[in-house]
């Protein structure tokens, strides 16, 4: 992670409240356990394989998760951009509330497969994997689009109280110009629920694989509920600057 967090967006938006002054930044290397809490608390109940795995009517599942999300965000913070929250822009020299986030990861063509299949603590835990196993296995960007290095996603997230002003559809943005500024040709993401994909959409990400959940639901054992009619993969091109 750089040492000096970069701002990659300055903008102001109309809430009921009245006009917020927001930022988009790359997190300080101090507030990652803070980013931890706001996953766990907004993203984890409400993302598709969580939920359909059950992990949040075990107590020691959720525990479980919780040291994963808690690997997997210490392991992406390792390498600059991949962490971008969203606070209010009140203070240029404090970083308050994270009002969302944005975690990414850079994919390379010989990085070594994703595998999930590993043993796990919960009953529950394991199926998530499974599913997420899956899911990756339907369809693989780097190999598709014949690229060497492509930004791949682990999750955008925005505080309820916040949401309904485009903050997604910001972070998708600024995901495309982390791709223009540090060279890479594509950005992508699995989007399995409505939110997610409608702010894609308004981004002009374009989907590039595209399944029902019914479908995949026979496939993984899984019933669906609650869920878009079809889950999909949308990719986003960089920003032309």
Request: aromatic residues 10%; proline residues 5%; charged residues 25%.
């Amino acid at each position: 992670m750089s040492q000096t967090p970069r701002i990659w967006r300055k903008f102001t938006v109309k809430s009921k409240d009245g006009e917020l002054k927001l930022r988009i930044q790359d997190i300080p290397s101090d507030r990652l356990d803070d980013l931890i809490d706001v996953y766990m608390k907004y993203f984890a109940p409400e993302e598709t394989c969580y939920k359909a795995a059950g992990i949040f009517k075990n107590e020691e599942a959720l525990a479980e998760l919780r040291e994963f999300v808690t690997r997997m965000i210490n392991d992406v913070a390792k390498s600059p951009h991949n962490l971008t929250i969203c606070c209010l822009d009140e203070d240029p020299e404090v970083v308050g509330e994270i009002i969302g986030a944005s975690i990414t990861i850079v994919d390379k063509k010989d990085d070594p497969e994703t595998n999930l299949n590993f043993t796990t603590k919960t009953k529950e835990v394991g199926v998530c994997f499974a599913i997420i196993s899956k899911l990756i296995s339907r369809y693989n960007a780097l190999k598709d689009h014949k690229l060497d290095i492509f930004l791949n996603a682990r999750g955008v997230v925005v505080n309820p109280k916040y949401r309904g002003l485009g903050l997604a559809q910001m972070f998708f943005n600024v995901r495309r110009q982390i791709c223009h500024d540090i060279g890479i040709p594509l950005t992508g993401a699995w989007m399995t629920a409505t939110g997610s994909q409608k702010a894609a959409a308004r981004d002009g990400w374009e989907t590039a694989y595209e399944m029902t959940h019914e479908d995949f639901g026979k496939e993984t054992g899984i019933v669906f509920e609650n869920v878009p009619p079809t889950f999909k993969y949308m990719t986003g091109k960089p920003l032309q600057m």
